[in-house]
């Protein structure tokens, strides 16, 4: 198999460090070009990511690959897109807006930015979850004349919701859902992200626009595409974001009203039977799992179970009826915010997307 | 107004402390009698409660009185609860079971333990939520032939609920609830409460029987008094009960569906409007608002919101509509598990049942 | 006693929040005067601690006094200072430098900031500490032609450490002094102050410029007034500052090597007596001991001894001799870094000058 | 080369647990036996680690290795060591006391407990560190008439230290140490261990008995074997040892009193260049450099560093001048309690005892 050469933009935030993270020794994906804003370009990588301290500022635990440390960081706006055979940004949702529109022109564009998350032509894709939506990319491409795509990931919280709702939605149908998250302060990022004063033994209740991303990402995925548009899955999505002092991963206690009279063994059949083929197929960065249950009632814990597959995996436990709802179920998972809820999980459907020839 | 004299049972727990810091310079309560196991009986409180190492294992932020510290301990075994008028017990289940009992024949016994909370004839009070339930504790004496009553409160993640649904289900109607919680880890005490490597970075997901104890209690709470006998509220509570890592104070994200479609302005006057005239009672313990509601997003916090009132209030914020249950509204609560949802919710209620005529 | 007009610059950032919260019902000092930068000026007060998002940046646990609230905020750059009586700076160390030799033309400033500590003729000024360098005041308005002086007070670091030397200083005579410290998020501020991601589960092993800090600070506290010239006691400082996951207060652990053979009774009498002249004047924001000795193996602990006396009083534990430097005792110490060790100890330190006539 | 058989002694607590996980898959020890008290015996190992909830009391991040799962755990008491070529225990000190003794009739015992660690003709082990003491494990032999003996590694806190030390004292020597550690809560184990309600935003200032062992193990770890008795090295200890809402992990503030002046760079060489033959030996267990260096002013960091070289290097960072001691320098040290510091160490110290003929 050919390698490809891809370009990371937005490459010395904490985002962009990630895709460094997941990309360092890919089998297929060489990373040809590093680039940022006028703030690094020109500087070695070591340098760009280099505190006025004299201090490094890379903050993923994996260490900074040695190729890349080494590389020179060009500029975001002067980044020759026909240059790579694929871009992954790590943007600003304001600076994504215009750069990713300009590099799709010529490639395709795999981003965690929102910037294009809510337009009509554009999917939100989570591996495993969304393939029918796929083709909406070709429409994009036709429709705005580019020779690539912009396909972004959803937001961070909406990752492991949607994975447990997939196959849920998939077999039994799903009417309603209500979701109380408690997540990491890791999501918030650096720039501030969020300050220790606030945090530490406390609970923060509210997490500016993130409910309403959730509420219409998850819909947006598990939708149908109805003559080239998509049709959000018809059910209501009810969520209240909070923060938790914890450090990585997204705990989120969840109640669903399925469509259906379901056995709690039919919905873990569901989670353990859901995206087997996707698991079989080998990427790269594939879990070998997307769902893992666990019985132990005392699990998933961020602690114990964010990193099980290397992050790529959603855990779930506690299932049980819920007295409330319709056919009612409730539930609680774990998913990493930064691994498959980010660039990580954004590397995993890029892996695919060559696969099905969308990119290369 | 005369003074009364009052046993603390279980004196020398993390419960029994408690009672202790909201005894102390009490106006109206002179605690006469503090009583514990044999390990404590006969030895001064403050040598009671020293560790082998010699450090004091007194644990609440509030320094120990120095009239409680030289006080000789009793053995709770041969307390003579005739010689109080009022006996508050923090003791553990199965020892409350046999010790309550036993105390109630002959006067009043206020107890922050589970197990008498689901007895028919035995309510579970919250100050100033359910007034309305106390005849019950006179059909109690009739029927046990006691002299006094059992009279617990409510589990600690109750308090906040039950408070919180009060206004709502009087003025509204209420269908049906449900609550995700995030628990500090103070309520589960110290023998050996939550161990800091299982919680620090972490959210526990599962608090052993909390769930059942909220669901009952709630309804139980906002029941009638129909012919000497409680009927539960008849809604469905559906709760999920985590522990994250804060000292003190619960926060719940409620979801509720109302019985009739109303305003969020109707919603935030009724809990406004509750409990004036329990506060205005000028209680010794109690707050000034039973509920207080604030409109800054990010609030409740239980850093910035569990002292509100010396702990005595249920602070209330995020009031949205829910777009999943019928007339469904959503919102977050702040309540102080060791405050009102303890010990010192049970003082109030003391103070109140010996306003009306129930003790001394 | 005729009240004083106070100004209050830097009164919408932590420090000045700080700064209001100390002066809230004070018998003495009226706050007149509210000044900020230009982002606040023109603004009441609650709206120029408002966020974007609406959410107040009120960050203090004691609420926003009203009459505070309601006040319009006024340029800092147009202060007149003669207007007032004594002006407290809460500044950047930038702007510090400006305004506060502007402001001490005309009347006195105390200040947080570390922009004039340095200076010969400015004294840095512990409340009962060091009343033997108050001359120096005198000195610096004769020198520069001031009607008021600057009058910082020091690193919050140095706060603690220094009340814990100067009575062994007087007494015993100090030689030496290895400090390492585990200091609280606050002491970092908010702009950004520490990152959640940088602190929960870890601690950090350096704080930029602080060691420097207290090493010359701690000296030059404890030195002689000699000829109108501060020489810095004749001792050495060796400091390691860490910062740990504790939301306020500062922990050092201490050894000194003494000028001479002292049994750790000798030094716990010295303690004990230290500044007893000082706290029966009765200052508003005085503690009832400067230090409080705790001889529980297991205190002083930050969440348990801060607070003690307002959090005004350093506490002190642990005391043992040192087998490693000559004379050698080792102690630990907990300091509350942002009441003590800022502006509510500027506050005592203002009533102590208005008592000795530098103030008013 | 030939598999030994071990048995893991106290296999089901925390300590033992770390054992199974530094054993698995091991290339050169097969676990034949797991041990533990007769609460466990006749359990299969999964069942034993089982709570009455139900929860597994697994509490490594590594998973449970199956083998070890569906293994019969035997009792303790009844364990015929000369079944195995060696025996792991991990038990309390005062049960190590009788059955470390009882085996060491038979076989090498190699511990984490601390029962014999202060006996004269028994060395405390570090790899890579005091191999000149080996010979007193013969001289154990033969004194005490085992075919074994009982080679027990230092207290998790001692280890870092001794490591940084080592290199200092062969080649300047060392005349004095201060050292205050931060430590975490996994050295305190499970039973209780250190509860959350005392160390969340808190500082614990003391931990018992810690500060002798760590001063009484250093010296007798760097101490030279005269005529078969080890004679402590001849420098001062002086230790302060704390507790930090950090999970694992110690750090720990060093100042050193030199034998004679030395330039930092010297100071890093002798790190650099120390155990380089040690770890040239390629030991499954064994990092690449038993001491890190870390340039960067911020570290090492507990979250950042402990996980370097699988938990088996120490990291050390902020080396500079000290103002105090003659030739005194400083520094920070970060070093991973339950991996070099408990079983996994233990493990490696197995490894290189089986190379040098002691064990098998």
Redesign the interface.
Known sequence: MSRLRVAVVGATGLAGQQFLTALADHPRFDVAVLAASSRSAGKRYEDAIRAA????QW?C?EPLAPEFAQKTVELADDLDASSVDLVFTALESDVARTLEARYAEHVPVLSTASAYRYEQDVPVLIPGVNPHQLPLLRVQQQKRGWKGFIAPNPNCTTVGLAMSLAPLYERFGVE???M?S?QG??GAG?S???????????????I?AEEDKV?AETTKILGRLVDERLEPAPF???A?C?R????ESH?E?V?V?LGRAVSLDEVRAAWDEWGREFVSLGHATSPRRLITYLD?????????DR?AEDGMTTSI??LRA????EH?I?Y?LVSHNTKMGAAKGVVLMAEELVRLGYIG
Not at 53 to 56: K, L, Q, R
Not at 192 to 202: F, T
Not at 322 to 325: F, T
């Open positions: 301290s004299g201090a490094s903050f635990t309603s859902v209500i109380t408690m302060v890791s650096r501030p992200g969020v300050i220790a004063l606030d945090i530490i033994d406390n609970v923060v209740p509210y500016a509420e209501r999505v009810s209240t909070t938790v002092p914890v450090l705990t206690s109640t009203g132990d009632p005392y699990r998933p814990q961020p602690r114990l990193l436990g506690r819920d007295s409330v709802l009612g409730k609680v």
